[in-house]
T-cell receptor, first 114, second 113 residues
Framework: NAGVTQTPKFQVLKTGQSMTLQCAQD?????MSWYRQDPGMGLRLIHY???????DQGEVPNGYNVSRSTTEDFPLRLLSAAPSQTSVYFC?????????????FGPGTRLTVL | QQQVKQSPQSLIVQKGGISIINCAYE??????FPWYQQFPGKGPALLIA???DVSEKKEGRFTISFNKSAKQFSLHIMDSQPGDSATYFC????????????WGAGTKLIIKP
């Protein structure tokens, strides 16, 4: 199993550009989520999905869109990048929303918006 | 209030010493308290977790102590080693709301040889 994979690993954007961060998991997990990690602020939930076709907003959803057309993939779209979106982005998955099982994280995407 | 407050922000411990990281919460709707460990350039990974019906859980050198009445829980690392140097996050699972994890701000731990 590859676990949770994320691409790209690094990305530099100019203000106003759009892009998609890719996330895929091969563990057949129902629950997937996107976090951003900023110094001194821990992990903040952007969007999450409890299954294919179902998504919902987390704590900091503004400026981001998601979709979940398959169990495996959960892309995160930045609509019009802003410097405030400079961060490290992590995708995570776990078997079900209600599961006590651990949440598996991808290696992260470091995004810089100029 | 959904916050989980974690302290200290950073911690330096001598090799062989005990590292202690504390977290506090206010929301009684939390029902599961995991600790995650993150090495530089990597995603967080589950280290140890506890449910509120027990006061302590130990796995090797790592122990969670849980005080339900005080709404506090802490991570103790015994015989700390340089390989334990990492950022540690506490979290709390919120019942309902699709069981989201609410995260502490993280503690950067450095173990000096």
């Amino acid at each position: 199993n590859a676990g949770v994979t994320q691409t790209p690993k690094f990305q530099v954007l100019k203000t106003g550009q759009s892009m998609t961060l890719q996330c895929a998991q091969d563990m057949n997990h129902e629950y997937m989520s996107w976090y951003r990690q900023d110094p001194g602020m821990g992990l903040r939930l952007i969007h999450y999905s409890v299954g294919a076709g179902i998504t919902d907003q987390g704590e900091v959803p503004n400026g981001y869109n998601v979709s979940r057309s398959t169990t495996e993939d959960f892309p995160l779209r930045l609509l019009s990048a802003a410097p405030s979106q400079t961060s490290v982005y992590f995708c995570a998955s776990r078997p079900r929303a209600s599961s006590y099982n651990e949440q598996f994280f991808g290696p992260g995407t470091r995004l810089t918006v100029l | 209030q959904q916050q989980v407050k974690q302290s200290p922000q950073s911690l330096i411990v001598q090799k062989g010493g005990i590292s202690i990281i504390n977290c506090a919460y206010e929301n009684t709707a939390f029902d599961y308290f995991p600790w995650y460990q993150q090495f530089p350039g990597k995603g967080p990974a589950l280290l140890i977790a506890i449910r509120p019906d027990v006061s302590e859980k130990k796995e090797g050198r790592f122990t969670i102590s849980f005080n339900k009445s005080a709404k506090q829980f802490s991570l103790h690392i015994m015989d700390s080693q340089p390989g334990d140097s990492a950022t540690y996050f506490c979290a709390a699972r919120l019942t309902g709301s699709n069981y989201q994890l609410i995260w502490g701000a993280g503690t950067k731990l450095i173990i000096k040889p």
